[in-house]
């Protein structure tokens, strides 16, 4: 049985995450983290995702649960997650990070790590995003280099802070790695007044904000005279959950190492 704890266990994702663990018979919930200070502290972890009553308590300080649980989950902010991440290394964890937005220097300090904490890094927890990555590879090689201008467009919710989103720099990489590029080099984040054509190796990103869209990610292969399009959408956070939570189980019986969703799911 591999015991969870969740950070930011009060937010959106937090008590999806705990609807989530409820689901899983070989998994259970260990602890929840609030901000520190915060007044939920204290409060049903149970209560506040909405599943009734279960006699654990959020704290607002992973030290007061660090012999309750073998394995965190933290979906937050960098430098929380950063912080989280040193702890668990301190302590013998595990960590499952689905934090997007990090800086290149604060990826730098997360790979510093890897031979410190077992810890599963990725951008979307979602079985079918990792295998929509895997599609992309075959897609990227069989017609990158054919004539086919490639563009990635992502759509989120109003209130997400990163743009583009993880998952879609993801993509980029992916498609970019195929096709033996560099993302530095070639992606395209902003395109305004005489931006002039597109050049024949240039990956193109557009973000949507808006409402309360889940998450939609979708890659088109044109040239003239056909437009090939792989499109995943989500429509509910309790598919990054079960992958987050699927991950949680995976990592808990591994070394040292940074692993991804593909290790997660046999897709390497």
């Not at 090689?141 to 743009?163: F, M, N, S």
């Not at 980029?172 to 530095?184: C, D, T």
Request: hydrophobic share 45%.
């Amino acid at each position: 049985m591999t015991r969870i704890a969740i950070v930011g266990v009060a937010g959106r994702m937090g008590r999806t995450l705990v609807n989530a663990i409820e689901q899983q018979a070989e998994a259970t919930l260990a602890g929840g983290i609030v901000e520190p200070g915060s007044s939920l502290a204290g409060a049903d972890i149970g209560e506040l995702a909405g599943v009734g009553k279960r006699g654990i308590v959020a704290v607002d300080a992973l030290q007061s649960i660090v012999d309750d649980f073998d394995v965190l989950i933290d979906f937050t902010a960098p430098q929380v997650t950063l912080g989280n991440l040193a702890f668990c290394a301190e302590h013998g964890k595990r960590i499952v990070i689905g934090t997007t937005g990090m800086s290149d220097d604060e990826l730098a300090e997360l790979d510093s790590f890897r031979d410190k904490v077992a810890m599963v890094f990725a951008p979307n927890m979602s079985v079918g995003v990792n295998l929509t990555l895997k599609l992309l590879q075959t897609a990227a090689k069989a017609l990158g280099d054919e004539g086919y201008d490639i563009e990635v467009i992502e759509a989120h919710h109003r209130h997400k802070v990163d743009a583009p989103s993880g998952t879609a720099i993801k993509m980029g990489e992916v498609i970019a790695e195929s096709l033996g590029r560099s993302l530095k080099e070639h992606g395209v984040f902003e395109r305004v007044g005489q931006c002039g054509p597109r050049t024949d190796k240039e990956i193109g990103f557009a973000t949507v904000r808006a409402g309360d869209i889940v998450g939609e990610h979708t890659v088109m292969f044109a040239t003239e005279g056909e437009r090939i399009e792989i499109t995943h959408k989500a429509s509910s956070r309790m598919t990054f959950a079960k992958g987050a939570v699927r991950a949680a189980r995976w990592v808990a019986g591994k070394e040292n190492g940074r692993y991804d969703m593909q290790d997660v799911l046999g897709l390497e």
